[in-house]
Nanobody, 123 residues
Framework: QVQFVESGGALVHPGGSLRLSCTASGNAFNIYSMGWYRQAPETQRELVATIHSGGMIKYADSVKGRFTISRDNAKNTLYLQMDNLKPEDTAVYYC?????????????????WGQGTQVTVSS
């Protein structure tokens, strides 16, 4: 089973930027559709962005225009560039393989969760 290691989280001021990375173990990373999720304290995990194996990309409305998801299949790595960060972006961020579904939010996670990486946006 594919395992994920997320990194890149930090404490940043509002308006700042971060780039998160998610490295996957195993082979055939390129065939997986992938997603970034986040979970703030006392809330449910929410889908932030997805990138399909064919390249289609989708974002949650709350991050459109500020976050960019990308992948490097040669490095088995998924990225999330986060710009113009806001305090409400504070959460633990996770990646996972996804299955695209017609019902909102448009994807369901398939794999095991990693440790995640903490993003804190505060002045």
């Amino acid at each position: 089973q594919v395992q994920f290691v997320e990194s890149g989280g930090a404490l940043v001021h509002p308006g700042g930027s971060l780039r998160l990375s998610c490295t996957a173990s195993g082979n055939a990373f390129n065939i997986y559709s992938m997603g970034w999720y986040r979970q703030a304290p006392e809330t449910q995990r929410e889908l932030v962005a997805t990138i399909h194996s064919g390249g289609m990309i989708k974002y949650a409305d709350s991050v459109k225009g500020r976050f960019t998801i990308s992948r490097d299949n040669a490095k088995n790595t998924l990225y999330l560039q986060m710009d113009n960060l806001k305090p409400e972006d504070t959460a633990v961020y996770y990646c996972n393989t996804i299955m695209v579904v017609p019902a909102a939010p448009g994807a369901v996670p398939l794999g095991s969760w990693g440790q995640g990486t903490q993003v804190t946006v505060s002045s």
